[in-house]
């Protein structure tokens, strides 16, 4: 029997700033030189990366006071869209009923599901993972593991990642059987690793990452194609996702020049630090 949702909630999805902010008028100049302030919103796969760029960009540009803040990628759309944000932060495609929006492609990532770096099951076909997902499969002896519960660790409403995930598996998000949710792939990491019984799924550049810090976690293959970087880069790994950035109508000359910055060559090395995929190599 599945715990209450509510009585198991992680971490309520509430917005995230890593710098406070407001919206700007973006896009003034001093000297010929930009000058002016952006604020991002949603994401929380983007905004480490979309921070480590603003960094950058804010050195080059004295003048210019980037700030970025979480929530998710529904946030991003929505902000982007009323105004509140300049930019919006998401972590998959736009959808049909987004169409007024534009996507500028930053990175290219995927979604692994992870388990406890103990467990002794190497990988789930797509049926198992779904069997879990819906309750059907309660422990780990019914995959080939060990006699234990899984605990199933599910992603909050309105985050990308689980929009990608249902997707691929073919759920119905309220069909889902979870013991726990989560907001931020960082939660969901730090849950599984503490986690021996538990299973979910997150971006695989923040989980490659975090087990190649010796966070007790593994990635698990899908279809056969082993989770990472260079598969995701390859277009090979089946469950990959546009890391986006999302504007609304007439961009201001700040923003553009962000934006460009973004998909430029300038910053692969960050891109790739976070270990994401260029989108010089992802298209």
Known sequence: MKHSLSSLLLAAVLPVALVACAPSEAGTTTDGGLSGKLTLTGSSTIAPLALEIAKRFEERHPDVRIDVQTGGSSRGISDARSGLADIGMASRRLKDGEIELTAHAIAQDGVCMILHASNVVASLTDDQVRAIYLGEIENWSEVGGEDAPITVVNKAAGRATLEVFTKHFGLDEKEIQADVIVGDNEQGIKTVAGNPDSIGYVSIGTAEYSAGSDVAIKLLPANGITAST??????????????????????SKLQRAYIDFCRSAEVHDLVTGLYFVPVRTAQ
Do not use: D, H, Y
């Not at 995701?232 to 109508?249: A, D, E, H, Q």
């Open 230 to 251: 260079a598969s995701v880069g390859s277009g090979s790994f089946p469950i990959g996702r546009p890391l986006n950035l999302v504007t609304f109508g007439e961009v």
